[in-house]
């Protein structure tokens, strides 16, 4: 067995937008093994935006493909309010992502948490980076 090691970044709650529970469960153990403190979890659209009027999210991690729906608007919305998000798919890279979101990180599942790590870490640094240009 390996030991992870927690995330260098400061990351106190994560959303976790997956319309499938058990993957959500399964990603939650694995954030909160990564030293998250609060993990959401939202299996459909209304459950997000609702988590999100009442929360400060610092990362959400977002299923493309919610069965009748896909997370895009939501992801727009994140990019909007300036949340750093990141994509999971079982899909092939080139799932008709709109153009504004093609270049957002995806990670692909199945994951496990040395995946999820190196990929929230990408994530983060890239969202900081571009924070500091901006600011």
Same mark, same amino acid.
């Given at each position: 067995?390996?030991?992870?090691?927690? &995330?260098?970044?400061?990351?106190?709650?994560?959303?976790?937008?997956?319309?499938?529970?058990?993957? =959500?469960?399964d990603?939650e153990?694995? &954030?909160?093994?990564?030293?998250v403190?609060?993990?959401e979890?939202a299996?459909?659209?209304?459950?997000?935006s =609702?988590l999100l009027?009442e929360?400060?999210?610092?990362? +959400?991690?977002?299923?493309v493909d919610?069965?009748?729906?896909?997370?895009?608007?939501?992801?727009?919305?994140?990019a909007?309010?300036?949340?750093?998000?990141?994509?999971v798919?079982?899909?092939d890279e080139g799932?008709?992502?709109?153009? +504004?979101?093609?270049?957002?990180?995806? &990670?692909?599942?199945?994951f496990?948490?040395?995946?999820l790590?190196?990929?929230l870490? =990408?994530?983060?640094?890239?969202?900081?980076?571009?924070?500091?240009?901006?600011g």
């Open positions: 067995m390996t030991l992870i090691s927690k &995330l260098p970044l400061p990351i106190s709650r994560v959303l976790v937008l997956e319309d499938n529970f058990l993957i =959500a469960l990603a153990d694995m &954030l909160r093994k990564l030293g403190l609060h993990v979890i299996v459909n659209l209304a459950q997000a =609702a009027s929360n400060a999210f610092d990362f +959400a991690l977002l299923d919610l069965g009748h729906e896909t997370s895009f608007g939501f992801a727009e919305r994140l909007g309010q300036g949340i750093a998000f990141g994509f798919s079982g899909y799932a008709d992502f709109p153009p +504004a979101l093609r270049a957002r990180a995806r &990670l692909s599942k199945p496990d948490e040395e995946m790590r190196a990929f870490i =990408a994530v983060l640094e890239t969202s900081s980076d571009l924070k500091a240009s901006r």
